[in-house]
């Protein structure tokens, strides 16, 4: 059994910065890559960030410059780091692992249960 566990949402004025952690726990062999995706009200949910086991990291060219993921492997977690928002990334955010729990099983997404983020203009 595997557990995500998002905190760090709520409620900030435009320009303003929030840093969302996501946390696993339970059955964990290993962590492949870490991501963080948005869903707005009315809109399809989209990749935001997301970091590699090996380090790599992308994003979506709208928070670029913005957005800074990272992970910390000893402690299962991924962070999302949101500076200079913009009430255009007032979403629900989730966080998204693949994890393998076992060394005899492939991995799996596993999604967190998401977290309001608001930028009030």
């Known amino acids: 059994q595997v557990q995500l566990v998002e905190s760090g949402g709520g409620l900030v004025q435009a320009g303003g910065s929030l840093s969302l952690p996501c946390a696993a726990s339970?059955?964990?062999?290993?962590?492949?890559?870490m991501g963080w995706y948005r869903q707005a009200p009315g809109k399809q949910r989209e990749l935001v960030a997301a970091?590699?086991?090996?380090?790599?990291?992308n994003y979506a060219d709208s928070v670029k410059g913005r957005f800074t993921i990272s992970r910390d492997n000893a402690k299962n977690t991924v962070y999302l780091q949101m500076n200079s928002l913009k009430p255009e990334d007032t979403a629900v955010y989730y966080c998204?692992?693949?994890?393998?729990?076992?060394?005899?099983?492939?991995?799996?997404?596993?999604w967190g249960q998401g977290t309001q983020v608001t930028v009030s203009s």
């Open positions: 998204n692992l693949r994890i393998r729990p076992t060394v005899v099983v492939p991995g799996y997404d596993y």
């Open positions: 339970g059955s964990i062999f290993s962590i492949n890559t």
């Open positions: 970091v590699t086991s090996g380090g790599s990291t």
